[in-house]
């Protein structure tokens, strides 16, 4: 089982960035996937999240109305669009996968049981 995360990368506040979650070894539409971030000196944080189906996704209010989070599964991807980036987005991002089957995907750090090696994404102002 393996999620890689790739799309990181430095952008100017305001800009956009839109990253990738590609996933192997398991059967892709079956899993709610997650994608949390971490700052420097900060907690791991839950952005958004989208059901196996792709019918139900969840954004944090702190990304609410800037974020789109989505999934092609005939390429095992799921994405997350970011725009009107601002200087507090800078971290690293994770894309997880949700241990539970279930149609409505959480934001509970303790129910993702495979994760991806993160990217980095950098907002200058």
């Known amino acids: 089982v393996q999620l890689q995360a790739s799309g990181g990368g430095l952008v100017q506040a305001g800009g956009s960035l839109r990253l990738s979650c590609t996933g192997s070894g398991f059967t892709f539409n079956f899993y709610n996937i997650g994608w949390f971030r971490q700052a420097p000196g900060k907690e791991r944080e839950w952005v958004s999240c989208i059901s196996g189906s792709g019918g139900s996704t969840v954004n944090a209010d702190s990304v609410k109305g800037r974020f789109t989070i989505s999934r092609d599964n005939a390429e095992n991807t799921v994405y997350l669009q970011m725009s009107t980036l601002k200087p507090d987005d800078t971290a690293v991002y994770y894309c997880?996968?949700?241990?539970?089957?279930?149609?409505?995907?959480?934001?509970?750090?303790?129910?993702?049981?495979?994760w991806g090696q993160g990217t980095l994404v950098t907002v200058s102002s």
């Open positions: 997880a996968r949700e241990r539970r089957f279930t149609p409505f995907c959480s934001s509970d750090y303790g129910h993702y049981d495979r």
